[in-house]
C-alpha cells in the first residue's frame, strides 16, 4: 500500500474508502455488446465497461450534429457515437498518439464497413488545438480526458508507489485545459460532456467548477440517461463507482455552452 494514496482517499471517502479500495482491486466487469453496424465480414462484439455507454449516451446525440471526440482511443465511446449518428451529420475522432490511433483506427475497420463510415474522420491534433482552430463548430463534444485511473494504476507496483497527490494535481491542469478547448470548440448551446475514470475530486467536480467560474456553461442534471440506480450525484455531475456495481470508476458532467 501506498500511505500517501490511502490518507489522500480515505479522507475523502471516508467510511465508504475500505469496500471502495477493495472493489478497485477486482477485475473490472466489462461487458460483451452487440455492434449496431454487425454484417457480415465484420466483428460483432465489442467488450466494454457499461459505465462508459452510458457517457457516450449522455451526450444526447441527434440526427445530422457534427460530433467532435477529443480523445477517443482506444475507441468504445466513438463506436457509440457512431451508432447514435446512424451514418448521418460528421464524427471527428481524434487522438493525439500515433499508436493509439491506429489501434482506433482498426477498431472502426473491425466495426464499421467502408460504406457505413463515410461520415467519421479520424484525426490526430492535440486536443487543446480545436478551441483555437475550430471555434463554435460542434453541436457536440465528448471531453473523455488522460486521468490518473487508479484501478489501472493500482495494479502497476512501481507507479502505485510513486503516486502522490502531485500527479493528479498536474493531470488536473492538463484536463482543466482539454475542457475549456472543448467548451472552445463547442457551438453556443451545444452540449459537452467532460469524463474521467478516475476517483480523485481533483479531476473532476474541480474542473467543472473551474469551467463553470471562468465560462458561460450549464450544469445539466438528472439527464435521461440517468436512470440507473448505480449512478450517483456528486457536487456537478454523475460518478459510477465499483463497490456499488463492480462497473467504472467513471464520472461524467454533462453541460450545455450558454
Ligand atoms: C481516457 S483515454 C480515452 C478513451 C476513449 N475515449 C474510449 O472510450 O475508448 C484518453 C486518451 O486521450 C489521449 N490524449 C492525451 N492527451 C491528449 C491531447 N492533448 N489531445 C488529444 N488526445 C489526447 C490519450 O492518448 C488517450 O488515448
Not at 466489462?30 to 457516450?56: C, Q
Not at 491506429?102 to 464499421?112: N, P, S, W
Request: hydrophobic share 35%.
Amino acid at each position: 500500500m501506498n500511505e500517501r494514496f490511502e490518507n489522500f482517499f480515505s479522507e475523502i471517502y471516508q467510511d465508504r474508502w475500505p469496500g471502495l479500495w477493495q472493489a478497485l482491486k477486482l477485475p473490472v466487469k466489462h461487458e460483451m455488446r452487440r455492434s449496431l453496424f454487425f454484417t457480415e465480414g465484420l466483428s460483432e462484439f465489442y467488450k466494454m465497461d457499461p459505465a462508459s455507454i452510458i457517457v457516450a449516451r449522455s451526450l444526447n446525440i441527434q440526427k445530422d450534429n457534427f460530433v467532435l471526440d477529443m480523445c477517443a482511443a482506444p475507441g468504445g465511446k466513438s463506436l457509440i457515437l457512431a451508432e447514435d449518428l446512424n451514418q448521418t451529420g460528421q464524427l471527428i475522432s481524434n487522438e493525439i498518439s500515433k499508436d493509439r490511433r491506429d489501434r482506433l483506427m482498426r477498431v472502426f475497420q473491425d466495426y464499421i464497413s467502408k460504406d457505413q463510415r463515410q461520415n467519421i474522420y479520424v484525426k490526430g491534433l492535440d486536443g487543446n488545438q480545436y478551441g483555437l482552430q475550430m471555434p463554435d463548430t460542434f453541436d457536440r463534444v465528448l471531453c473523455d480526458v488522460p486521468c490518473s485511473g487508479e484501478r489501472h494504476l493500482i495494479e502497476n507496483h512501481s507507479e502505485f508507489k510513486a503516486w502522490t497527490e502531485k500527479r493528479s494535481r498536474n493531470l488536473a491542469i492538463r484536463q482543466y485545459s482539454l475542457l475549456s478547448s472543448a467548451w472552445l470548440a463547442c457551438k453556443p448551446g451545444g452540449r459537452i460532456v467532460y469524463s474521467t475514470c478516475s476517483i480523485s475530486p481533483l479531476e473532476n467536480d474541480e474542473i467543472i467548477k473551474k469551467l463553470k467560474k471562468r465560462r458561460e456553461v450549464e450544469i445539466l442534471r438528472e439527464v435521461d440517461v440517468v436512470k440507473n440506480s448505480f449512478i450517483e450525484l456528486t457536487e456537478c455531475g454523475y460518478q459510477i463507482l465499483p463497490d456499488t456495481c463492480n462497473f467504472g470508476p467513471m464520472y461524467f458532467a454533462v453541460m450545455l455552452k450558454v
